[in-house]
């Protein structure tokens, strides 16, 4: 029962809803290959989200994921290298890159007790200094077999970045609510002070929730990066505000403290959804628009409203 | 005479657990009418339905005799009820006046009358013996000051019924006898006064009348003459009660756990202190001297420089909270909501916070083993309620029982409070005092910051009384008595020589 | 005539060596980085003819305001010329005619300015570009069939002229259905988004007409990863589309915005500060890649970033041919 | 003595008032003069009038839209919605302005769906109780969708006069922008803009206080709205058009210039004065690296850097004392 009431069910059921309708209505979306092509788009912002998940329970917010994605889909290919058959040493590399980046924006916030906000939108204008630097660089198209399969192979039928996104969930469900590390989190997230009074090292987490996100971040961006064959500024442009909205509509609290990756999940299916189903809807841009607006309304008025607090 | 405010029968309950059950009250003019009950009894619940800020489920709330259809926040103003809430209705960045004067602004042209409330909240200041500027902002404030202020905000408002949620909980002595004599006289000018605490010698000076409410069922309704304060725990309690202070008997050792020399932190100035294994030392003073930051300093909660400390046997200061903790220290802090507790989490995740903090990082959690340990601790320290409901869920003196309880499964070698009976019945204090001196013989340090003089005096090894950011004086346990505690906060030994 | 004089802008005492403010609405894309490329080129080659002797470089991060807050500070500071790619149609219009009016010389390029307060404009025919994307696709259906439209992003002049440029062809063909249209940015990622959303909903696709950008490289995916064939489709010079192209063996036709506008214009603001007649608006002819000069282009791919376009070779007889043009 | 003291008032207490609230934000302050020498050092044309003029000018559009995100964060809000908000108003103003209705009816339409829509918006976020980053982000679709529809594309007109009237050489925008600041003081003097702070910072004490807590946030919603479109109506004059997506950016700059300025998210937490210094900053910072001869690369290295630093400095110093 308590299953039943709890949020993370509720978007799922939201989803399940929008889906079937939105067969009905036309033809071919309810199709098998066309779900399970939404839930693999999904895995990019539920891989990007899985950090902001946690940055945000934690309190923070953070406005550098976009940037990430683009830095870790760009450079990747400046990094690909004969040497390696299994083009696994260039994503650690990356992943290893985009981690580094989170974790400066950590040190930022919990050292120079920089706002978030401030800090992670700081950190993107950074990178884009750096995307001046490094975009373009790479006059060979240099394909990476790792990111390759990543983006393209269905083992089982299940896409690949799928199957990553299965077992990133399974991680982040674990330490988000199995570990100490996890509780620390929720602490930080419903009172600092309290749970620095506590004995919480709250510089060390928070370092580690924001390398987290860079990490998550990096990994979006080779995913992307595999299914699109190529990188580009801006590639990750869609997924800044994409995660915010995953994450709240998956009954996370904004405000920090309370919530579970478990409803950002569905969360991130169902933006695709909605972004799929306004595709096919012939309208003008502007009614497009404002029937996406619409439906997130809507849908946040069934999953995402917020609890009193005192 | 009909009374000015009543309530007839009211119940209220939450989530289908009843907090009040045919509950009423009556407030009569010149009278100061106690509340009394346990922690979660429903005092402030029951005020809150007085004053309109929560609406009855059954019952009605009568104003001069007239039941009140739907009682708000804006009606009750205008009746002339003024409460002063047990959580603060203050707001940090607004100055003393601007807070003084919320919700009711003297209007000129529409605009707030800024003269007219200057004058209105410095009479209203004036009353409570709050003497900083009207302009300085409330969050520069400490607790006990900002407390005169919620007082003065209930003042200005000129009520005729006066509704205080132990207002004296975070007020010193001095500051306590200022708002007795201010109440005194209110009552005299034919005010009604209800007035909760868990103070029962204020009780017993001040009232005339008392309400005794006991699991949101009202158990007597009479007037104090002819009871003293054991009758009126048996009230609250439903048996005899045993003495508040438990017997005291010397456990400290001449060893120190805690030592610094030229301590620097906050407000405290190069002070020297020793702190024994096996004592329970208290410190004592005027809110706002510097205690506070000598706790936090020691705790490694802020930025503190020292000539030289030993703690537990290891040279340094602490330098983090963490460390502090892995030294044996623990803190519990005054102020409950903002510093003790994650009032949007449930109340075991609370208890169990300390142990996160130092458990391995990605070590997987036992959930069983959790709730186990939260029910021990409730168990130990009677905390009433759900476990797995929200702290905010629970009433002021079980959130802090809980703040406490979250230290007893890492036991902790020093103990820094910070007043930690604030707000807590009478029962508990008893047990709180009996675990304090318990965990002294024990062998432990506790180190008692208390705005509750009464309790420095009979727990005490010693006392540190602080005023201005120093130890004005140590006074042993043969030289231990409130006024000796009173005299040297206020500084007056000086003032004599000077005399 | 005064408009005409006007138009020329420029005035007072200016003298070789010049600076120049090239106004960038937004440094980072990998279009924009080529862009840069070709002005830089343009400028050490003016450079060493003693004509320039600094590029002053700012980047409005893709927001109109803070390009016209630039403008207004190249104003400021009385640069030569100033060459832009306009963050709006509309938006820089007033800052423009300013700079006109204090004599600085105006090239504006790619994205233009709806005002004649210029020394000149240089440009491709957007609207032609629609038109013979259009013809291209319906030749290549045959005249009839269900096509999908992909646009470039809404609310802006460059993707609308496009879209309305197409419309002559399309009417004028009515067994030429329009299955769906979308409007993103020209990107590979959203795209491919879309059209896959496309696909499912319309099952029969006989064309894509695809108006720019890296728009065409996303739909050639889309229909691949879902085991589709492949159909005609319209493009741009994007060098993963061009792969694509030669990889899927695809029936398509391509034109492009040539980086080298950059260069162009730098070329002609100096042209116009050494007292040069220029026209008041520079049409480009579009360039246009086809099955019979792919290879071409291909084969000078390595020279170009993999993200990038391979755009036409440019040299400083083409620049002097196109400004003798009337 | 005493009849004296009793007969006047007591203290006097607005301009102290006032005073303590440069306390947060002198540090911004000393940055910002900082930057406006050196602006004025590397640019002296920036003492005429006209330089005055256009110098304001760029910063006016945002100065208003960091006090309608001031606004929303002292109630504890924010808004993504800011930068489509701006779009409509300027969209609105260049439609309209030209038309039947001319400029009064046209900036009355720019004033009323700015009204309009920060009340309905606040409605949805006060009353239903949803978080409003997402409200205001669904909103930003909504809204940017409308302005889509007014104008699918770039153009629209704004009568000459007012153009020169707002956007030429006259500091009419400076005088604007001290109106604005005035009827804020004003409206800030107000009962209910008063209870900003306490309706932000602590509700649940504001409510048991009397405060009307949720008008004075929906309020602020609307008061916001309405600072945002008449932010698009200057962009409109300005650039004598309409775009219907010109404003965009102002968005995240809106909060960067609110949190540069010291407002928190909690709410309650800032002042206005430092909203603007912080939007004044934002806006020094591009034209004084322009004449510093930034790179685009310097430009964007060196604004993260200053962000920071204008935030972290101020703080470092507070731990430090
Ligand atoms: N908003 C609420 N939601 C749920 N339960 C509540 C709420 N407010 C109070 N309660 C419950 O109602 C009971 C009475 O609380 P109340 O605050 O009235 O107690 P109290 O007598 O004032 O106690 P204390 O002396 O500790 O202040 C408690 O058990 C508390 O847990
Ligand atoms: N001490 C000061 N030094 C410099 N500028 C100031 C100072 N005080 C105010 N200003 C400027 O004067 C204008 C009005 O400031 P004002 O203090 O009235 O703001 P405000 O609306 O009062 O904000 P708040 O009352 O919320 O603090 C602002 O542009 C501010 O930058
Ligand atoms: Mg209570
Ligand atoms: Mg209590």
New binding site residues.
């Given amino acids: 029962m308590a299953v039943l009431s709890s949020r993370p069910f509720l978007t799922v059921a939201i989803v399940a809803a929008v889906w079937i309708a939105a067969s009905f209505a036309s033809r071919g979306f309810g199709a098998y290959g066309h779900l399970r092509y939404l839930v693999e788009l999904g895995a990019v912002i539920g891989l990007v989200a899985a950090g902001q998940t946690f940055v945000v329970i934690a309190g923070g917010i953070d406005l550098s994921v976009a940037a990430i994605v683009t830095v870790s889909a760009i450079s990747l290919p400046l990094l690909s290298w004969q040497a390696d058959p299994t083009g696994l040493a260039p994503v650690l590399v990356v992943l290893a890159l985009t981690t580094i980046i989170g974790l400066v924006n950590g040190l930022g916030v919990a050292l120079l007790r920089v706002h978030p906000m401030i800090m992670t939108l700081a950190m993107a204008t950074f990178l884009q200094g750096l995307l001046i630097i490094i975009a373009g660089g790479s006059a060979v198209t240099a394909e990476n077999p790792l990111v390759h399969w990543l983006g393209n192979a269905r083992p089982a039928g299940i896409p690949a970045g799928v199957l990553l996104w299965v077992a990133v969930s399974v991680i982040v469900l674990t330490v988000m609510h199995a570990t100490p590390f996890g509780a620390r989190i929720f602490a930080m997230g419903a009172n600092p002070l309290a749970a620095a009074l506590s004995g919480v090292p709250v510089t060390s987490t928070t370092l580690a929730v924001y390398g987290i996100s860079g990490f998550t971040s990096g990994l979006a961006g080779v995913l992307v990066l595999g299914m699109n064959g190529q990188g580009y500024v801006g590639i990750g442009d869609p997924y800044l505000l994409a995660s915010i909205a995953a994450v709240v509509l998956g009954g996370t609290s904004i405000l920090g403290g309370l919530g579970t990756y478990a409803g950002t999940i569905p969360g991130a299916i169902l933006l695709v959804t909605i972004t799929a189903l306004i595709t096919v809807v012939n309208a003008s841009p502007g009614w497009r628009s404002i029937l996406f607006g619409s439906l997130i309304l809507g849908l946040l008025l069934l999953s995402g409203r917020e609890q009193a607090r005192r | 005479m009909a009374p000015l405010l009543a309530a007839r029968g009211v119940s209220k309950s939450?989530?289908g657990?009843p907090?009040l059950r045919d509950v009423s009250i009556a407030l009569q003019p010149g009278r100061v009418h106690a509340l009394l009950?346990?922690?979660?009894?429903?005092?402030?619940?029951?005020i809150?339905l007085l004053s309109g800020a929560l609406r009855p489920d059954g019952g009605t709330i009568e104003v001069d005799g007239r039941a009140v259809a739907r009682m708000t926040p804006a009606h009750a103003r205008q009746a002339g009820i003024a409460v002063v809430q047990?959580e603060l209705s203050l707001t940090a960045s607004l100055s003393i006046a601007e807070n003084i004067g919320l919700g009711a602004y003297p209007k000129r042209f529409g605009l707030v009358d800024y003269s007219a409330l200057a004058a209105r909240a410095k009479a209203a200041c004036e009353l409570v013996g709050l003497h900083e500027p009207l302009s300085t902002p409330v969050g520069r404030l400490p607790l006990g000051r900002r407390q005169m202020v919620e007082i003065a905000k209930a003042l200005y408002r000129k009520p005729r019924v006066l509704i205080l949620?132990?207002p004296t909980s975070s007020l010193s002595a001095t500051e306590t006898k200022i708002l007795t004599d201010l109440l005194e006289r209110l009552r005299s000018e034919g005010i009604a006064i209800l007035y909760?605490s868990?103070r029962l010698n204020e009780v017993m000076t001040l009232c005339q009348h008392v309400t005794v409410?006991k699991d949101?069922i009202c158990t007597a309704d009479r007037t104090l003459e002819g009871t003293d304060a054991a009758g009126l725990v048996r009230l609250m309690v439903g048996r005899d009660p045993g003495d508040l202070f438990p017997q005291w008997r010397p456990s400290a050792s001449p060893a120190n756990a805690v030592s610094v020399r030229n301590f620097s932190a906050g407000l405290m100035r190069d002070v020297d202190l020793d702190i024994r294994t096996g004592e329970v030392l208290g410190i004592g003073g005027l809110v706002g001297q510097g205690q506070e930051d000598l706790l936090l300093g020691l705790y490694g909660a802020i930025p503190a420089r020292t000539a030289s400390a030993t703690i537990n046997g290891t040279p340094g200061l602490p330098g983090g909270v963490p460390r502090a903790n892995a030294l044996g220290l623990a803190y519990v802090p005054a102020d409950r909501k903002r510093e003790g507790l994650h009032l949007i989490h449930t109340i075991t995740t609370n208890m169990m916070l300390p142990a996160f903090a130092r458990l391995p990082a990605l070590k997987l959690r036992s959930r069983r083993a959790e709730r186990e340990t939260a029910r021990g601790l409730a168990a130990q320290l009677g905390i009433?309620?759900d476990l797995a409901r929200q702290a905010?869920?629970?009433?002021?003196?079980?959130?802090q029982k809980v703040a406490l309880a979250k230290w007893m499964p890492h036991d902790p070698v020093v103990l820094l409070l910070n007043d930690p009976t604030r707000?807590?019945?009478v029962e508990t204090k008893r047990e709180i005092y009996l675990m304090l001196r318990a965990f002294a013989a024990a062998g432990k340090a506790v180190v008692l910051l208390s705005s509750d003089t009464p309790e420095l005096v009979h727990l005490c090894e010693r006392v540190a009384v602080v005023r201005d950011g120093r130890i004005a004086a140590m006074l042993e346990r043969a030289a231990l008595s409130e006024e000796a505690i009173v005299s040297a906060a206020m500084g007056a030994e000086n003032r004599k020589v000077a005399a | 005539s005064e408009a005409n004089a006007a138009a020329k802008c420029i005035k007072g005492d200016r003298k070789a060596p010049y600076t120049i403010g090239w106004a960038n609405i937004y440094s980072v894309p990998t279009w924009m980085k080529q862009t840069q490329g070709t002005i830089e080129a343009e400028v050490e080659t003016l450079k060493k003819q003693g004509l320039v002797d600094k590029l002053v470089v700012t980047d409005a991060q893709g927001d109109a305001n803070v390009q016209i807050q630039q403008i207004q500070s190249m104003i400021d500071s009385d640069v030569d010329a100033i060459i832009l790619i306009a963050g709006s149609s509309t938006a820089p219009a007033r800052v423009i005619a300013d700079a006109c009016a204090k004599g600085i010389a105006i090239i504006n390029f790619d994205s233009l300015v709806d005002t004649d307060q210029v020394t000149a404009k240089v440009n491709t025919d957007s609207s032609q570009w629609g038109d013979q994307a259009a013809k291209f696709l319906i030749d290549a259906i045959g005249g009839k069939g269900k096509i999908l439209i992909l646009n470039g992003p809404a609310g802006v002049s460059v993707s609308d002229d496009r879209r309305k440029g197409a419309d002559a062809e399309l009417k004028a063909h009515p067994d030429v259905t329009v299955l769906a249209e979308t409007n993103t940015p020209y990107n590979v990622a959203p795209a491919q988004e879309a059209v896959t959303s496309l696909l499912f909903a319309n099952p029969e696709i006989d064309g894509i007409l695809s108006l720019g950008g890296a728009l065409s490289a996303g739909a050639v995916l889309a229909l691949d990863k879902q085991g589709r064939d492949q159909v005609p489709i319209t493009g741009e010079n994007a060098r993963q589309f061009l792969e694509l192209w030669k990889e899927k063996g695809l029936k398509s036709w391509a034109t492009m915005q040539p980086n080298w506008l950059g260069a162009f214009a730098a070329y002609t603001a100096v042209q116009a500060l050494e007292g040069k007649d220029v026209p008041a608006f520079v049409k480009i002819p579009l360039p246009v890649i086809d099955n019979s000069n792919i290879d071409e282009y291909l084969a000078r791919a390595k020279d170009f970033p993999a993200d990038g376009y391979i755009y036409s070779p440019y040299d400083e007889e083409l620049f002097k041919k196109l400004l003798a043009q009337k | 003595m005493s009849t004296v003291s009793s007969a006047r008032p007591a203290v006097a207490l607005y301009w102290p008032v006032q005073a303590r609230r440069n306390i947060g934000v002198r540090s911004l302050f000393v940055v910002v003069l900082a930057f406006l020498i050196a602006y004025g050092f590397l640019f002296p044309g920036l003492f005429s009038a006209s330089g005055f003029a256009k110098f304001t000018q760029s910063w006016f559009p945002l100065a208003l839209v960091a006090m309608a995100q001031a606004i929303l964060m002292l109630t504890g809000g924010i808004s993504l919605a800011i930068g489509a908000t701006v779009s409509l108003g300027a969209v609105i103003a260049a439609t309209t302005m030209a038309g039947p209705l001319g400029v009064t009816g046209g900036a009355a339409a720019v004033a009323l769906t700015g009204l309009g829509i920060g009340a309905a918006t606040g409605f949805i976020v006060v009353r239903l109780r949803l978080p409003a980053i997402v409200v205001t982000l669904a909103g930003s679709f909504i809204i940017g969708g409308a302005a889509l529809l007014i104008l699918p594309r770039p153009g629209g007109a704004i009568p000459e006069w007012l153009s020169d009237l707002l956007a030429g050489d006259t500091p009419t925008a400076f005088v604007l922008l001290i109106v604005i600041v005035l009827l804020w003081k004003l409206y800030l003097a107000t009962p209910l803009g008063l209870s900003l702070y306490a309706a932000g910072e602590n509700p649940v004490g504001a409510y048991r206080s009397g405060v009307p807590v949720d008008a004075a946030r929906v309020a602020a919603y609307a008061i916001s709205g309405l600072l945002s479109t008449g932010a698009g109506l200057f962009v409109a004059a300005q650039t004598g058009s309409g775009d219907p997506v010109i404003g965009a950016a102002f968005t995240l700059n809106s909060i960067a210039a609110a949190v540069l300025g010291g407002i928190g998210f909690l709410g309650g937490q800032g002042t206005m004065r430092g909203a603007l210094a912080g939007s004044l900053l934002l806006s020094l910072m591009i034209s004084v690296m322009f004449f510093l001869g930034f790179t685009p690369v310097a430009q964007y290295v060196a604004q993260g850097l200053i962000i920071i630093g204008a935030v972290a400095i101020p703080q470092f110093r507070k731990v430090q004392q």
Avoid: M, P, R
């Fill in positions: 939450f989530f657990n907090v009950g346990e922690n979660g009894a429903g005092k402030s619940t029951l809150n047990q949620d132990e909760i868990h409410l949101g009433k309620g905010q869920a629970l009433s002021g003196g079980n959130q707000g807590v019945d």
